[in-house]
């Protein structure tokens, strides 16, 4: 396999593109895995992710941690920044953001396991940490921890 042909369909990496205006509207893009068939793990980590309140269109921040192992597809990073970045003006609940995330790349990618862990920062005084994960994690393949601590405040 190629590069050529690897990156062949893309439509968003390496050209100049435009932020979704919601999580609907984004496309992600996904490419042949060049390793398919060796057990191995891929980290994304966004520290700096963010939506809206559904209820008051306050921003929420989170940081998320999303765990996969490919089999025969990769995510196309461009397109998850493009994907997460959606969520900027789109007002969901925690729970929502986290799991819709978590469920739209596990349907793109048909991975042989995912876990994303949504650690987001206080809104009225309460943390929320959300997890969602495709089944039991693999025993063939080291899954490090997350590395997030619980909320802690000042503490």
């Known amino acids: 396999m190629t590069k050529d042909d690897i990156y062949a369909n ?3 990496l390496g050209s100049t593109t435009v932020l979704p205006e919601n999580p609907d509207a984004a496309e992600l893009e996904r490419v042949p895995n060049p390793q398919a068939g060796t057990p191995y793990c891929v980290r994304f980590t966004a520290p700096e992710f963010t939506s809206l309140c559904p209820m008051t269109g306050q921003p929420d921040f989170a940081h998320l941690v ?3 192992m490919p089999t025969d597809w990769l995510v196309e990073s461009k397109s998850l920044k493009l994907y997460l970045g959606s969520f900027r003006n789109h007002g969901a609940f925690h729970e929502d953001c986290t799991v819709s995330i978590g ?3 596990a349907d793109l990618l048909d991975p042989e396991w995912l876990r994303i862990g949504g650690y987001w920062y206080p809104r009225g005084g309460i943390p929320i940490d959300v997890f969602y994960q ?3 994690a693999p025993e063939n393949v080291w899954i490090p921890d997350q590395g997030v601590p619980t909320y802690r405040g000042r503490g």
């Open 103 to 105: 469920k739209r790349l």
């Open 66 to 68: 999303i765990d996969y």
């Open 134 to 136: 495709t089944g039991p």
């Open 10 to 12: 893309l439509k968003q």
